[in-house]
C-alpha cells in the first residue's frame, strides 16, 4: 500500500533571520512526525518531508506561512514506507551551492519551460520557432547514470559549482539553440539557467518543476532510465514508483 506521501519543495526568497526560522520548523515538524530535511537558507528553502498525508501537507501548510513562500509548490509522490530515518531542519548559505553570489533567483527568475510543452517539443525535434532544443544536465555525473532525457548534454560534473567553468569551457556547443538546463527538482537548473543567460546565452530555459514535475505531469517520454533522490528509495521511475535498479553510490569521504 502506498500510504506514505513524500514532498519535495523549495523556493527563492530571502530569509532574515535563518536560525530563528530554522527552530519554528523543527519544532513544527517534530510535532508533526513528518521525517525529512528542511534546507533554511539565506536565499531560501528546500525540503524533503514524508510521512501521513495529512501531516505532511499541515507541514507545507507551516512552509507557506513563513512571509514570502506563500506561493510554495511541492511534487508528490507516495510509497509504502517513509524513505528518511529523522527529521532534521539545517542551516546552510545556498540551497545548492554555486559560489556565484551574484546568481539572484530571487530577484528574477530565468524563463521556464513547462513539461507539458516541453514533451511536445521534444516529439517535433523543435521549439515552436523551429530553433534546435538542446538538453543539458545541470546534475552530478552519478545521478545522470540513473537516467536521463534522450541525447542530453552530459559534462559529468562531480558537484554544482564546477557547472559555470563546465558553461564556460562548452559555450559554443550551445549557440543558436533553445538550451532546457534540467535537474530534480528544479533548484540547480534555475540556478544554472540564469548563470547561462548572465554569460549571453539568449534562448536558456529552464524545466519547471524539473524531473520530477516531468514525470508528473507527463508520461514520462523521452527519458531514459530512473531519477536519483535523496532518500532511501534511491530512484524513481518516470510514474513516481521507487525503481528497481540501484546503482553504487560515490563515497561521502
Known amino acids: ?150 541525447n542530453t548534454i552530459d559534462w559529468r560534473i562531480q558537484r554544482f559549482t564546477q557547472f559555470p567553468q563546465a558553461v564556460q569551457d562548452h559555450l559554443h556547443e550551445l549557440q543558436n539553440k533553445t538550451v532546457v538546463s534540467y535537474c530534480t527538482g528544479g533548484i540547480r537548473c534555475e540556478k544554472a539557467a540564469i548563470y547561462m543567460q548572465s554569460l549571453g546565452l539568449h534562448n536558456v530555459l529552464q524545466l519547471d518543476g524539473g524531473i520530477l514535475k516531468y514525470f508528473e505531469q507527463t508520461d514520462g517520454r523521452h527519458w531514459q532510465g530512473s531519477c536519483f533522490v535523496f532518500d532511501e528509495r534511491q530512484a524513481l521511475e518516470p510514474n513516481l514508483t521507487a525503481s528497481k535498479t540501484s546503482l553504487a553510490l560515490p563515497s561521502s569521504s
Open 1 to 150: 500500500m502506498t500510504t506514505t506521501l513524500n514532498l519535495a519543495a523549495y523556493q527563492f526568497w530571502p530569509i532574515q533571520d535563518p536560525a530563528s526560522l530554522r527552530l519554528r520548523l523543527l519544532e513544527a515538524g517534530e510535532s508533526l512526525g513528518i521525517k525529512g530535511t528542511i534546507l533554511v537558507t539565506p536565499e531560501g528553502l528546500n525540503a524533503f518531508l514524508a510521512g501521513p498525508e495529512q501531516s505532511c501537507r499541515e507541514m507545507l501548510a507551516v512552509l507557506r506561512a513563513v512571509p514570502g513562500f506563500a506561493s510554495l509548490e511541492a511534487k508528490e509522490s507516495w510509497s509504502s514506507d517513509i524513505p528518511f530515518q529523522r527529521f532534521k531542519v539545517k542551516l546552510k548559505k545556498e540551497i545548492i551551492r554555486m559560489d556565484h553570489p551574484t546568481i539572484r533567483p530571487a530577484e528574477g527568475r530565468a524563463p521556464a519551460v513547462d513539461p507539458v510543452t516541453l514533451a511536445r517539443w521534444l516529439d517535433q525535434g523543435h521549439d515552436d520557432t523551429g530553433r534546435p532544443v538542446v538538453m543539458l544536465d545541470t546534475r552530478n555525473d552519478f545521478e545522470v547514470d540513473f537516467g536521463k532525457f534522450n
